[in-house]
């Protein structure tokens, strides 16, 4: 059984789908966040968008070579340590909330990065 994908799930996914090599991922990701939010503050949040860069610039989505692609380094830590609570965790489903809460950050509140980690994990567009 897969989670719901949301917004932010769906422009991962959509990045993917639409990237080539001579459109930088960053660009993409802006590509598929207007095709799906109307609202530019969704379209710009950068959160979700931070995580998703962090995974490809480890190499960690199947089809985007790593680079250089995000300044942010917590969201890139976030997505990291969720992967390999995935990889540590084949047979468990989890919801973006309960995801988030394996990573322990007790500060911080989740803000569709575990979304995002999520879409592409149950694609099978994350590199184990």
């Known amino acids: ?40 503050s969704s379209q710009e949040k950068s959160c979700p968008k931070n995580t998703f860069l962090g995974l490809c610039e480890a190499g960690l989505v199947k089809g985007v070579p790593k680079g250089n692609y995000t300044k942010s380094v917590k969201n890139k830590r976030y997505a990291l340590k969720a992967v390999k609570v995935l990889i540590s965790n084949p047979n468990k489903i989890f919801t973006s909330k309960e995801l988030w809460e394996q990573l322990e950050l007790e500060d911080k509140k989740h803000n569709s990065q575990m979304d995002v980690i999520l879409a592409l994990w149950e694609n099978d567009l994350i590199v184990k």
């Open 1 to 40: 059984m897969k989670s719901k994908i949301n917004k932010y799930g769906l422009t991962a996914l959509k990045s993917v789908e639409n990237y080539k090599n001579y459109y930088s991922i960053i660009e993409i990701w802006s590509r598929a966040s207007k095709e799906v939010f109307e609202t530019k």
